[in-house]
């Protein structure tokens, strides 16, 4: 049962228009939720994150919206790059559950292609 | 700073034989994950350590997965014996404490069972 879906698993889009990643939930009890970018034979490194009290959270050209009644949270970079193309993954965590904290719950992951 | 270190980059081996895969997390940090990531999916938690205790092992295949963290600071993954559905790549990942919100992954190590 996935807790942490990505139904694209690609997105392609010209440089310097919007790309907007999609990421649901299923676990009422997620409250902090994180997007990794990840190269080819790289490992996946922090990107962005926002906590399940905020609905919005921005970094210079990437934002995150959260959904909380939708369990929907999106990813926007604007203007995309090339250098933006990689493996977007969405991860979640609960907080509160005790030793498990910092136990990411990963989506299958956005593959992005941005076209000069 | 340093990043995690993982060794060996890549492994082939044939199935029913082992394997020891080998992490040194960034200096200070406490908390230590492995995590396994087979193609088309994203990292699956495997074991949490923090320092030299085992937090979370609940996803480890135990009849065939090992892992250790003698003295709270690198790490080893094992399997013997290897099937074919071990192949994956094992992330090793680290953060400065349980609770700290996001993790720091090392570059992985691909393992091809044949």
């Known amino acids: 049962d996935q807790q942490v879906k990505q139904n694209s698993p690609s997105l392609s889009v010209q440089e310097g228009r919007i790309s907007i990643l999609n990421c649901d939930y299923t676990?009422?009890?997620?409250?902090?939720f994180l997007w990794y970018k990840k190269y080819p034979a790289e490992g996946p490194t922090f990107l962005i994150s926002i906590s399940s009290i905020k609905d919005k959270n921005e970094d210079g050209r990437f934002t995150v919206f959260l959904n909380k009644s939708a369990k929907h949270l999106s990813l926007h970079i604007v203007p995309s790059q090339p250098g933006d193309s990689a493996v977007y993954f969405c991860a979640a965590n609960d907080m509160n559950y005790g030793g498990s904290q910092g136990n990411l719950i990963f989506g299958k992951g956005t593959k992005l292609s941005v076209k000069p | 700073e340093a990043g995690v270190a993982q060794s060996p980059r890549y492994k082939i081996i044939e199935k029913r034989q082992s394997v020891a895969f080998w992490c040194n997390p960034i200096?200070?940090?406490?908390?230590l994950y492995w995590y396994q990531q087979i193609l088309g999916q994203g990292p699956k938690l495997l074991i949490q350590f923090q320092n030299n205790g085992v937090v979370d092992d609940s996803q480890l295949p135990k009849d065939r997965f090992s892992a250790e963290r003698l003295k709270g600071v690198d790490s080893t993954l094992k399997i013997q014996p290897a099937k074919l559905e071990d192949s994956a790549v094992y992330l090793c990942?680290?953060?400065?404490?349980?609770?700290?919100?996001?993790?720091?992954f090392g570059q992985g190590t691909r393992l091809t069972v044949v």
């Open positions: 990942a680290s953060s400065p404490f349980v609770g700290y919100t996001e993790a720091f």
């Open positions: 676990n009422s009890m997620f409250d902090y």
């Open positions: 200096s200070g940090h406490a908390t």
